[in-house]
């Protein structure tokens, strides 16, 4: 397993969906230490994906980040926020997970 092709593109995700949860906290920039740390993760996740990207395709490798970072934050929507789950929003998490490994 490659790192640059595997963990970092998780990592960034896992990176910016804990920024988006960061930018929920700062209740519109108000907190500043929520606001700190969407900055700092979403630095962090672009970071990550800077150097996964040097030995990936832009394309498939935006995607996958994007499509990984939907699928955590989802999980942390539940698990963190203890937001509800309709049937068509779990619908489209499953179309964006098997998008995400057809990309693979």
């Known amino acids: 397993m490659k ?3 595997h963990v970092l593109p998780l ?10 949860a960061c930018m929920k906290l700062s209740e519109g920039f108000r ?4 606001t700190l740390g969407l900055y700092a993760l979403f630095l962090l996740g672009a970071t990550l994906q800077t150097l996964a990207l040097k030995r990936a395709d832009l394309g498939v490798s935006y ?3 994007l499509g990984l970072e939907a ?3 989802f999980g942390i929507a539940l698990y963190f926020f203890e937001e ?9 998490v499953v179309l964006i997970l098997a998008g995400t490994f057809l990309l693979r």
């Open 3 to 5: 790192f640059e092709t």
């Open 11 to 20: 990592a960034a995700a896992i990176a910016y969906a804990l920024g988006g």
């Open 31 to 34: 907190r500043p230490l929520p």
């Open 63 to 65: 995607v996958l980040v």
């Open 71 to 73: 699928l955590v934050a």
């Open 84 to 92: 509800t789950v309709a049937p068509l929003r779990a619908l489209g």
